[in-house]
T-cell receptor, first 117, second 115 residues
């Protein structure tokens, strides 16, 4: 069975601080995909990034970076120089990869990030 | 390209009334999903469709819930009769493929309040 754990329920940081959101996952599969989604106060869920299990290179996109480590089953998300607009709930998600059919996505419980001006 | 479009954004209804939520997926996406989000249970998958055909409705909580997808550009989620415990945010999402690497594209959600 798949499981995604986001142990940090809520985090508060002051604007311009760096913040890391933790994500730990469990799966029996060797091939799988990891995702991060953002849910701002307006409510919509926005896809941020996808990573497959064979690609452990870290990724950077502007102030966002992702650190994928299979050895620790973690897929952490760092926001550098946080801004008020980063305030949101962030969800980590896991999907197995098999041939044929739909592969169910397992979501973590989310981490609420509050960036204080 | 327009994203997933849901209506209404907010729905307030009385217990026992019928509620219909609507969704227009992204054009060309083969998969459509209905999720429910609550504080207690987080994001729950209710049902999903592939090429307009319901594939897995095991997440639908009760017979009071039903979903249809009459064509590739429209889906409905109906609750009849509604109950206060159905109060939640309901999301529709679509994806290009069903394989694990295809991200979900969510609509803005419908916030349902049943009094």
């Amino acid at each position: 069975a798949q499981k995604v754990t986001q142990a940090q329920t809520e985090i508060s940081v002051v604007e311009k601080e760096d913040v890391t959101l933790d994500c730990v996952y469990e799966t029996r599969d060797t091939t799988y995909y990891l995702f991060w989604y953002k849910q701002p106060p307006s409510g919509e869920l926005v896809f941020l990034i996808r990573r497959n299990s064979f690609d452990e290179q870290n990724e950077i996109s502007g102030r966002y970076s992702w650190n994928f480590q299979k050895s620790t089953s973690s897929f952490n998300f760092t926001i550098t120089a946080s801004q008020v607009v980063d305030s949101a709930v962030y969800f980590c998600a896991l999907s197995e990869a098999r041939l044929g059919g739909y592969q169910k996505v397992t979501f973590g419980t989310g981490t609420k990030l509050q960036v204080i001006p | 390209d327009a994203g997933v479009i849901q209506s209404p954004r907010h729905e307030v209804t009385e217990m026992g009334q019928e509620v219909t939520l609507r969704c227009k997926p992204i054009s060309g996406h083969d998969y459509l999903f209905w999720y429910r989000q609550t504080m207690m249970r987080g994001l729950e998958l209710l049902i999903y469709f592939n090429n307009n055909v319901p594939i897995d409705d095991s997440g639908m909580p009760e017979d009071r819930f039903s979903a249809k997808m009459p064509n590739a550009s429209f889906s409905t989620l109906k609750i009849q009769p509604s109950e206060p415990r159905d109060s939640a945010v309901y999301f529709c999402a679509s994806s290009l493929y069903g394989s694990g690497n295809s991200p979900l594209h969510f609509g803005n959600g419908t916030r349902l309040t049943v009094t």
